[in-house]
Protein backbone atom coordinates (compact mmCIF):
# COMPACT_ATOMS: atom_id res chain seq x y z
CA UNK A 1 0.00 0.00 0.00
CA UNK A 2 2.96 2.41 0.94
CA UNK A 3 4.55 1.56 -2.73
CA UNK A 4 1.02 2.68 -4.19
CA UNK A 5 0.61 5.80 -2.46
CA UNK A 6 4.32 6.70 -3.40
CA UNK A 7 3.53 6.09 -6.84
CA UNK A 8 0.15 7.71 -7.27
CA UNK A 9 1.28 10.82 -4.70
CA UNK A 10 3.09 12.81 -7.76
CA UNK A 11 0.07 12.56 -9.90
CA UNK A 12 -2.64 13.44 -7.49
CA UNK A 13 0.00 16.43 -6.48
CA UNK A 14 0.52 17.42 -9.71
CA UNK A 15 -3.59 17.94 -10.44
CA UNK A 16 -4.00 21.27 -10.38
CA UNK A 17 -7.16 22.49 -8.89
CA UNK A 18 -7.98 25.45 -10.77
CA UNK A 19 -8.53 22.61 -13.76
CA UNK A 20 -10.75 20.61 -11.20
CA UNK A 21 -12.74 23.12 -10.36
CA UNK A 22 -13.69 23.84 -14.15
CA UNK A 23 -15.51 20.36 -14.16
CA UNK A 24 -18.18 21.23 -11.71
CA UNK A 25 -18.79 24.77 -13.56
CA UNK A 26 -21.41 24.84 -16.37
CA UNK A 27 -19.78 25.74 -19.45
CA UNK A 28 -21.20 28.97 -21.20
CA UNK A 29 -24.05 28.26 -23.45
CA UNK A 30 -22.61 31.19 -26.18
CA UNK A 31 -19.62 29.14 -26.51
CA UNK A 32 -18.70 28.04 -30.04
CA UNK A 33 -16.98 24.95 -30.79
CA UNK A 34 -14.11 26.57 -32.98
CA UNK A 35 -10.77 27.16 -30.65
CA UNK A 36 -8.25 28.36 -33.04
CA UNK A 37 -8.58 30.99 -36.39
CA UNK A 38 -5.87 31.90 -38.33
CA UNK A 39 -5.49 35.26 -39.85
CA UNK A 40 -5.44 36.67 -43.16
CA UNK A 41 -6.02 40.17 -42.72
CA UNK A 42 -6.12 42.81 -40.19
CA UNK A 43 -8.17 45.62 -40.20
CA UNK A 44 -7.65 49.60 -39.18
CA UNK A 45 -9.32 49.00 -36.11
CA UNK A 46 -7.42 46.40 -34.99
CA UNK A 47 -10.02 43.28 -35.42
CA UNK A 48 -8.88 40.61 -37.83
CA UNK A 49 -10.27 38.95 -40.47
CA UNK A 50 -9.77 34.91 -40.09
CA UNK A 51 -10.75 31.23 -40.88
CA UNK A 52 -11.58 28.56 -38.52
CA UNK A 53 -8.84 25.60 -37.97
CA UNK A 54 -9.86 22.36 -37.66
CA UNK A 55 -9.66 21.19 -33.89
CA UNK A 56 -8.57 17.77 -34.57
CA UNK A 57 -5.21 19.30 -36.42
CA UNK A 58 -4.70 22.75 -35.47
CA UNK A 59 -2.43 23.29 -38.64
CA UNK A 60 -4.76 22.99 -41.10
CA UNK A 61 -7.25 25.81 -41.26
CA UNK A 62 -10.14 26.24 -43.59
CA UNK A 63 -9.06 28.24 -46.32
CA UNK A 64 -12.06 29.16 -48.17
CA UNK A 65 -14.65 28.32 -45.79
CA UNK A 66 -16.64 31.15 -43.74
CA UNK A 67 -14.45 33.92 -43.12
CA UNK A 68 -15.05 35.40 -39.06
CA UNK A 69 -14.30 38.89 -37.68
CA UNK A 70 -11.93 38.72 -34.91
CA UNK A 71 -13.05 41.55 -32.43
CA UNK A 72 -9.44 42.81 -30.75
CA UNK A 73 -8.38 40.89 -27.39
CA UNK A 74 -6.97 42.71 -24.23
CA UNK A 75 -2.72 42.96 -25.33
CA UNK A 76 -3.11 40.92 -28.49
CA UNK A 77 -1.86 42.63 -31.88
CA UNK A 78 -3.57 40.54 -34.79
CA UNK A 79 -0.61 40.13 -37.87
CA UNK A 80 -1.47 38.34 -41.12
CA UNK A 81 -1.13 34.74 -40.89
CA UNK A 82 -1.06 34.27 -37.07
CA UNK A 83 -2.94 31.65 -35.03
CA UNK A 84 -5.32 32.92 -32.52
CA UNK A 85 -7.17 30.93 -29.58
CA UNK A 86 -8.83 32.58 -26.72
CA UNK A 87 -7.52 33.73 -23.86
CA UNK A 88 -7.20 31.54 -20.63
CA UNK A 89 -10.59 30.89 -19.45
CA UNK A 90 -12.59 32.30 -22.28
CA UNK A 91 -14.27 31.29 -25.35
CA UNK A 92 -15.26 32.37 -29.28
CA UNK A 93 -19.03 33.72 -29.14
CA UNK A 94 -20.45 34.78 -32.41
CA UNK A 95 -21.93 38.66 -30.88
CA UNK A 96 -23.34 40.08 -34.55
CA UNK A 97 -22.24 40.02 -38.08
CA UNK A 98 -20.33 42.25 -40.29
CA UNK A 99 -20.36 43.61 -43.86
CA UNK A 100 -17.62 44.29 -46.25
CA UNK A 101 -16.75 44.67 -49.51
CA UNK A 102 -14.17 42.80 -51.25
CA UNK A 103 -11.69 44.01 -53.69
CA UNK A 104 -13.49 42.18 -56.36
CA UNK A 105 -16.57 44.56 -55.26
CA UNK A 106 -17.98 41.69 -53.95
CA UNK A 107 -20.23 42.13 -50.49
CA UNK A 108 -19.27 39.39 -47.77
CA UNK A 109 -21.10 39.05 -44.59
CA UNK A 110 -19.73 37.46 -42.00
CA UNK A 111 -19.87 36.18 -38.30
CA UNK A 112 -18.26 38.65 -35.74
CA UNK A 113 -16.59 36.69 -33.09
CA UNK A 114 -16.73 38.37 -30.06
CA UNK A 115 -14.14 36.72 -26.29
CA UNK A 116 -16.71 35.46 -23.79
CA UNK A 117 -16.38 33.66 -20.58
CA UNK A 118 -16.07 30.25 -21.03
CA UNK A 119 -18.16 29.25 -18.41
CA UNK A 120 -21.15 31.10 -16.34
CA UNK A 121 -20.33 33.12 -13.30
CA UNK A 122 -20.54 31.46 -10.14
CA UNK A 123 -21.86 33.99 -8.44
CA UNK A 124 -23.22 37.81 -8.58
CA UNK A 125 -19.54 39.13 -7.27
CA UNK A 126 -17.60 37.11 -10.39
CA UNK A 127 -20.64 38.78 -13.08
CA UNK A 128 -19.67 42.32 -11.87
CA UNK A 129 -16.05 41.52 -11.56
CA UNK A 130 -16.27 40.25 -15.29
CA UNK A 131 -18.59 42.99 -16.03
CA UNK A 132 -16.24 45.67 -14.98
CA UNK A 133 -13.51 43.65 -16.81
CA UNK A 134 -15.61 43.82 -20.09
CA UNK A 135 -15.83 47.43 -19.62
CA UNK A 136 -12.64 48.13 -19.03
CA UNK A 137 -11.94 45.80 -22.61
CA UNK A 138 -14.69 47.73 -24.93
CA UNK A 139 -12.73 51.40 -23.20
CA UNK A 140 -9.23 50.21 -23.96
CA UNK A 141 -10.32 48.98 -27.66
CA UNK A 142 -12.36 52.47 -28.12
CA UNK A 143 -9.11 54.39 -27.35
CA UNK A 144 -6.63 52.55 -28.95
CA UNK A 145 -8.86 52.85 -32.22
CA UNK A 146 -9.38 56.54 -31.72
CA UNK A 147 -5.09 56.74 -31.25
CA UNK A 148 -5.05 54.86 -34.37
CA UNK A 149 -7.01 57.12 -36.63
CA UNK A 150 -5.46 59.99 -34.99
CA UNK A 151 -8.71 60.87 -33.40
CA UNK A 152 -7.76 60.98 -29.41
CA UNK A 153 -9.58 64.12 -28.33
CA UNK A 154 -10.50 64.67 -24.75
CA UNK A 155 -13.88 64.91 -25.83
CA UNK A 156 -14.13 61.37 -28.08
CA UNK A 157 -12.41 59.65 -25.25
CA UNK A 158 -14.88 60.87 -23.28
CA UNK A 159 -17.48 59.17 -25.03
CA UNK A 160 -15.24 56.01 -25.24
CA UNK A 161 -15.62 56.32 -21.10
CA UNK A 162 -19.51 56.25 -22.43
CA UNK A 163 -19.64 53.73 -24.71
CA UNK A 164 -17.37 51.01 -22.27
CA UNK A 165 -20.96 51.09 -19.78
CA UNK A 166 -23.72 50.95 -22.22
CA UNK A 167 -22.41 48.45 -23.79
CA UNK A 168 -21.94 46.52 -20.02
CA UNK A 169 -25.24 47.41 -19.07
CA UNK A 170 -26.60 46.68 -22.25
CA UNK A 171 -24.74 43.01 -22.33
CA UNK A 172 -25.96 42.66 -18.49
CA UNK A 173 -29.50 42.95 -19.07
CA UNK A 174 -29.58 40.60 -21.72
CA UNK A 175 -29.65 43.45 -24.51
CA UNK A 176 -28.37 43.18 -28.24
CA UNK A 177 -27.17 46.56 -28.73
CA UNK A 178 -25.60 48.10 -31.87
CA UNK A 179 -22.37 50.30 -31.93
CA UNK A 180 -24.55 52.59 -33.92
CA UNK A 181 -26.92 52.68 -31.42
CA UNK A 182 -24.29 52.58 -28.71
CA UNK A 183 -22.69 56.09 -30.39
CA UNK A 184 -25.81 57.77 -30.79
CA UNK A 185 -26.74 57.54 -27.05
CA UNK A 186 -23.06 58.18 -25.88
CA UNK A 187 -23.31 61.50 -28.71
CA UNK A 188 -26.75 62.56 -26.55
CA UNK A 189 -24.95 62.64 -23.71
CA UNK A 190 -22.91 65.07 -23.80
Known sequence: MKKFLLLTLPLLVSCSSENLVFFTRTRNKYCMDVERFKVFQVLEDRS??????IETDYSYCLVGSTVFLLTPQKDVDYYDDMYVTPLKNRCAVQSNVF???TKKGDTKTVPVIAWGYKYEPKDEKELLDWSREYTDEVVDACKKNLVLSEMDTPENMKKCECMGIETTDASLKGKSISVSEIEQMCSNKK
Do not use: I, P, T
Not at 48 to 53: E, I, R, Y
Open 48 to 53: ALAFQC
Open 99 to 101: RYE
